[in-house]
């Protein structure tokens, strides 16, 4: 029954390949160089996870990809085609969930399958609500549900289009720390059903090793790639496990974070 | 249940309450305050005699009233033994009624039993009561014409402020060109083009037409435009990742989610039109309830101008709560993050 929604599984699509990609937004206070010269090439199917400091131009680089900002300088393509706007083959959910508060869930999922004139629509939406656990929610309205819950609703609205590349801007980033562990599952389960290609923005980096097939370091000002870490780990992840904790510290170094954390003068 | 009841104090408290002796008197207190009232307005009306000064009426139109009114209250409290929410409205709104019945008693003893106000400018209420009884058939016509006239011009007005509400939040250029306009024209009470539109249309109806259309269409337009420059891009933008083109960010997204801004918009804009309704009708009509106040005054029958008065309150009354009532509905989904 739960499977029936995967019954599409794409084969190998979602291939996101950015070349010289560069971003200058014009503002008052002058250009600011946000991407510079990114190279980046994400596997089909792949899980991968962006991290670097704030203001790094992490959020410019899925929003250049979902092709909801212009670039200034290279391409970005998906399976090979040019991007030039947005479109429902690249799914976006953003960090404050953005689900239309005049709309029901149900109907915030079949949003986009209205708009691709599917049948049963309501169906479908019924369908991904059950996948991401909101059965009974149909009929409530956004403002009713927990964070969790319209985090999830906003996946399922997204998954619901059957995109080839799903662009996640800190998804879990408004959540605590319990809902944070188990949402990460959740995305990881329908990650494994459908191996939708992953791009996923995150401050934690925890998050990105326990999710990643590969870890994205941004550098700031302007935002280059710092450099990229394979997680060869097998899954599901163990959190204590010595290769995961010796890959935070690899990771904690590049963004220089690691050693300069002080003892403290004295202990309570 | 019962267990959790005794635990806690307070519901022991309300409980014990419950049982005392003030149970007869919150009876008289939640059900019969109406009826009482109801019952000492009669009363004073039929015991205490009229003064001579007052013009007598065919018959006491104000008693008959108030037997129907305490008709409507000996039903309310039959049903209260019977539906709950009948109970909770009763014990609610019965002192606001028995106080708006305790201010007619002492209106009707003002005027009709001491004459003490003039009474060609303060008539008895039995004579306006009179007035509206005896004059209904004149009345029901100058209703229907108001009507017609405000529903015509209202939604032509709310669809033109509408239509121009969204060009101007969705194109850019609509909106260099009409904003200046809307700006300029907009803020002039519609009442102030009387002069001019009597020039300039062929009748006085299709003028009317216009000023109550012109009325609405204003903060429609207003509210239409701010409400869609305020809807978050992010709604727009996660709309675009769905599949959403130009016509869904207009029709799906942008008018939507700015139905808040639309309906203040629309509510300022029919209280405009209500002004402009009668004002219009005081100046060039024949009929309409605007028409007929100002007719009565001119023929100094006071008790036909309150009549009328009432009239339009009633209407204008009726079509607002119809507004309430489409809007509770339409705005469903933010019922518990905004009142007004
Ligand atoms: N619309 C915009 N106009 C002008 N400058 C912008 C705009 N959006 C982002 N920037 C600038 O681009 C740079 C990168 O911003 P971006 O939002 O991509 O950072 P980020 O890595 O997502 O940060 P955070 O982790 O805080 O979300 C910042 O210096 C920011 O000031
Ligand atoms: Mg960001």
New interface residues.
Partial sequence: MVNSAYDSLNGRRGQIELKNVGKKYKTNIGEVHALSDINLTIEAGSYVSLIGASGCGKSTMLRVIAGLTPLTAGSVTLDGKEIDGPGSDRGFVFQEHALFPWLTIRQNVAFGLKEARKQNANDEADKWLEITGLTGFGNAFPHQLSGGMCQRACLARSLAMNPAALLLDEPLGALDAFTRMYMQDEILRVWENRKTTMLMVTHDVDEAIYMSDCVVLLSPRPGRIEKTVEIELPRPRDRNDDRFISYRKTILESLHFAGFRREPDFYI | MTSDISFNPQGAATLQSDNYPPRSLSFVRNRMLPIIAVLLALLLQTQIPKAPAQPKTLHPYFTYFLLLALALCVVQLTLSFFREKTRRKLAYKGLFVAGVFLFLSLLNILTSKLALLPPLYFPSLDRIVAAIVEDRALLVKCVLYSLRLQLVGYFCGLLAGLITGTLIGFSKSASYWISPLVRVLGPIPSTTWIPLTLIAFPSALSASFFLVALAVWFPTTIMTSSGISNV?Q??F????????RRF?HIF??GL??S?PHIFLGIFNGTCASFITLVTAEMVGARYGIGWYVIWQKDMMSYSNVYGGLIITATLFSILISLLFKLRDKAL???K??VKW
């Fill in positions: 978050p992010t709604y933008e996660a709309g675009s990742t769905l599949g959403a869904s799906r997204i939507p989610a139905m469903l989904w933010q518990d993050v």
